[in-house]
């Protein structure tokens, strides 16, 4: 049996890019959370994965509204990431944003956003794992933000 500490060690050394997540709850209050584990799980159709904790406050939200939007953060958005990430009643003050056509909260300057409908949501330990179907897709051209061995990177091209 491994330690959860050798766990998270281990996991650490897989760099990845950092994502947040946003929703709105049944009365309209916009949530959001910052997700590591996320990854593409089809081309056809198109869908992703990704998993969010089961006691963070916004985890009712994502499964209510049954909509959301994946944010891929652009290299300058490391606050972004960092203040999703911390327990507040409200993670979008001073977040710049704009409501996408279905009403979700897209954080602007996201070097990726993919807004999804959910598909189905599984059971994963202490996470709910979200498979979503895109239904919306806008990309720009800049660079990523990454996370490796518990600290944020930029990438150099």
Do not use: W
Request: glycine share 8%; charged share 25%.
């Amino acid at each position: 049996m491994i330690s959860n500490e050798q766990f998270r060690a281990a996991m650490s050394r897989f760099a990845s890019g950092v994502t947040v997540l946003t929703t709105r709850d049944a009365a309209g209050f916009p949530h959001g959370i910052t997700v590591s584990a996320f990854c593409s799980l089809s081309a056809e159709p198109p869908m992703i994965l990704a998993c969010i904790h089961k006691l963070t406050g916004s985890h009712y939200a994502f499964l209510e509204r049954e909509q959301f939007i994946v944010h891929i953060l652009s290299e300058h958005q490391r606050h972004i990431s960092e203040q999703f990430a911390e327990p507040s009643e409200d993670k979008f003050v001073g977040v710049p944003y704009i409501d996408s056509e279905n009403g979700l909260p897209k954080i602007e300057g996201a070097l990726v956003t993919l807004e999804c409908e959910l598909e189905k949501a599984h059971d994963g330990g202490d996470h709910t794992i979200l498979i979503g179907r895109i239904i919306e897709v806008k990309v720009l051209d800049d660079r990523p933000l990454i996370y490796f061995q518990g600290d944020y990177r930029n990438m150099d091209l």
